[in-house]
């Protein structure tokens, strides 16, 4: 029995002694570990929302390698994914004495493609100095590499223009016809997983396969039995993304650049490549302009035939002259096809691209919703509301005698406000899945404190940022930085950030730091530093992703200052699609959907707050609704158990008690 194994792995003495530091038995951690070698054994999908602390890799990973099974484990982002592989993974087969095989999938986007980095060297087009410098360096990397992954290669900022030049995308990959298809990294990867026990993939390449089939899970994930999702909470989201349509601006460009540097290397005076291009390029750019002006990052309702504010003659068009182009494009390919495999697969890429815009210029599916994303670009959208039936179609109904006795495993820190955590359950199809809450182990009511400003102004008057800003520069100078500012809007985070940026530029008391200004892995190390090293402390400003994942353990971190109630962004057209489905159905969008949404964005940027059984620190939210509207009180009971401070007095003695722990703890070397 798995069970009995798992039972003894976290009894106090067993292997988990030996594999985590400081290990001791949590009955929460063993009841998800039970939980889920129970499912393992039995078959169906078990869902478990685990608190913080809970320690719910191991809880996990434990029955999953007792089990002896091929487990997919698949997590939310790239970092979470090295870190699996790299660290948890190793150290507890070492500690259970395990032989098992592992390997790390990512997207091809992840890897060096030897073919296109020779394309590149052969560019005259490199963006700059610093990006020809940056490809010898990577040339150089490549003769030594075994894996092919970028994230190996020290220096080479994630930002870089330089990666889509020297990494394939599924419309450029030239597949078994690529003259480096034997070295082909993205191959080898494949051919790991493919022999391995353990697999550890992300949603995002889970989903882009569940959607197109073409990253190589089509052939191994019949052969797993056991699936665990790790950080959940994003399945729907994520899989939304990519089980619809996608056209860009950028895909037209991206594309006539590649038939430009292909043409001019490979069959150069064959064709007028500068002239077949200059039609794709113009396409692409009168569709952007077919928009005309539009604030930075908006989303523009489509349900007619045409976007909000959008002529729809000219849209029908610009789409049309789209399609010509890339026609066009396809008859000049076809007269140089035989001469290198490059130029079979442009001709591919127009086909797809021509196909999406047709599309888009009929109706929209049933079921679906569309918008545009219009920035510097277009960004055409066709999704689904949610993932429930792909689950349900493609998971949980697979064909062939396995499919009844595959384990699903799904778990979060954050799942839901309810007993059935219905926000997870329902839109990924997963209503009849057994469902497990595992409270955190942390004593919140000793360690947190909440407090919600009764003086602010309301969130929507003009003043409110300014009041932000304010209130957290003076909790931030009290406790020497550590503080941690974020916003539910791009508009907020700059006028948060640029106040607090005013008041404390030149100063020497604390460093700002801003979403944006660096990548966000150098903005969290800085942050952690803290006032380490004579430098000072920091107040770090951050929206969107900041809100989850981030992890900033001990004294680092003792302030989160959130701006508003997090709500849904009432004009987006896929919360107001969703939002008329439920109204259809005779349901409260408020209550079924803005709140449950509302409530476990708020769960995820607490969770920022106390990382370690030993951490401090207070929680403000900036929003008087919590405290004075009837629904605050159903996301207050969402929020971790934290004592509530009623007034300013009570605030700013909680901030002196931080600060004295903290002048304690850097003084006396007894205290820890």
Request: aromatic content about 6%; charged content about 25%.
């Amino acid at each position: 029995m798995i069970q009995d194994s798992v039972r003894e792995a976290f009894a106090q003495g067993g292997v988990l002694s030996r594999a985590a530091d400081h290990f001791r038995p949590r009955t929460g951690q063993t009841e998800m570990a039970l939980a889920v070698a129970r499912a393992i054994e039995q078959g169906g999908a078990l869902v478990v929302e685990a608190g913080t602390g809970v320690g719910k890799t191991f809880s996990y990973l434990v029955p999953a390698l007792l089990s002896g099974e091929r487990v997919l484990l698949s997590t939310a982002t790239k970092t979470l994914q090295d870190q699996l592989y790299g660290r948890d993974l190793p150290r507890l087969m070492e500690a259970l004495g395990l032989p098992a095989r592992t390997a790390l999938l990512k997207g091809r986007g992840s890897y060096l493609c030897l073919h296109r980095m020779e394309l590149a060297r052969r560019d005259a087009s490199l963006p700059d100095r610093a990006s020809t410098r940056a490809l010898a360096k990577i040339e150089q990397w490549a003769q030594v590499t075994r894996t092919g992954d970028l994230a190996e290669l020290p220096g080479l900022d994630e930002r870089s223009p330089l990666i889509p030049l020297v990494t394939s995308t599924r419309e450029n990959c030239l597949g078994a016809q690529c003259p480096r298809w034997r070295a082909c990294h993205v191959n080898l990867a494949r051919k790991e997983a493919l022999a391995a026990d353990v697999v550890v993939v992300n949603h995002h390449l889970f989903f882009a396969d569940l959607a197109v089939r073409e990253s190589g899970m089509a052939e191994l994930l019949p052969t797993v039995r056991v699936a665990i999702f790790d950080e959940a909470h994003q399945l729907n989201e994520t899989g939304v993304q990519f089980l619809g349509t996608q056209l860009t601006t950028g895909q037209g460009l991206d594309f006539a650049r590649d038939m430009l540097a292909a043409g001019l290397q490979l069959a150069r005076g064959l064709v007028d490549w500068q002239q077949v291009v200059a039609v794709v390029e113009r396409a692409a750019r009168d569709l952007r302009l077919a928009v005309g002006r539009t604030a930075p990052g908006a989303r523009l309702r489509w349900v007619g035939p045409a976007p909000e504010g959008v002529d729809a003659v000219a849209w029908a068009e610009a789409l049309d002259r789209l399609r010509q182009a890339c026609a066009q494009a396809i008859e000049a390919l076809s007269t140089v096809s035989e001469i290198a495999p490059d130029f079979e697969r442009l001709a591919e890429r127009a086909q797809e691209l021509a196909r999406r815009a047709e599309r888009f210029a009929g109706p929209c599916d049933p079921d679906a919703v569309r918008w545009v994303d219009a920035g510097m670009q277009l960004r055409l959208v066709q999704s689904p509301l949610d993932i429930a039936q792909a689950v349900r179609d493609k998971l949980l109904r697979e064909d062939g005698p396995e499919a009844s006795s595959r384990t699903w495993i799904f778990t979060s820190a954050t799942l839901g406000d309810d007993e059935r955590l219905s926000w997870f359950t329902q839109p990924c199809g997963l209503s009849q899945a057994e469902v497990l809450r595992v409270e955190s182990p942390f004593d919140y009511a000793a360690q947190a404190a909440l407090y919600v400003p009764r003086e602010l102004p309301r969130p929507n008057d003009p003043g409110h940022s300014a009041q932000v800003a304010a209130l957290a520069a003076e909790g931030a100078l009290r406790l020497g930085g550590r503080t941690m500012v974020l916003t539910t809007t791009l508009r907020a985070l700059r006028t948060i950030g640029d106040e607090l940026q005013s008041r404390f530029s030149g100063s020497g008391e604390l460093e700002v730091l801003v979403q944006g200004q660096w990548p966000k892995r150098r903005l969290i190390e800085r942050f952690r530093e803290g006032a380490a090293n004579g430098q000072p402390g920091c107040v770090l400003v951050a929206s969107a992703s900041f809100w989850e994942g981030v992890d900033v353990p001990g004294e680092a971190l003792q302030l989160v200052v959130i701006d508003k109630l997090p709500f849904p962004p009432p004009g987006d057209p896929l919360v107001e699609a969703r939002s008329q489905r439920l109204q259809s159905q005779g349901r409260s969008p408020f209550s079924d959907y803005s709140l449950p949404e509302a409530a476990v964005a708020l769960k995820q940027g607490a969770g920022r707050l106390i990382r370690r059984e030993s951490d401090q620190g207070v929680l403000v939210v900036c929003d008087t609704r919590l405290a004075t509207m009837s629904y605050g009180r159903r996301l207050t009971a969402a929020l971790p158990p934290m004592r509530q401070l009623q007034s300013r007095s009570e605030w700013l003695e909680a901030l002196e008690r931080l600060a004295g722990l903290t002048r304690t703890s850097t003084t006396d070397p007894a205290v820890t």
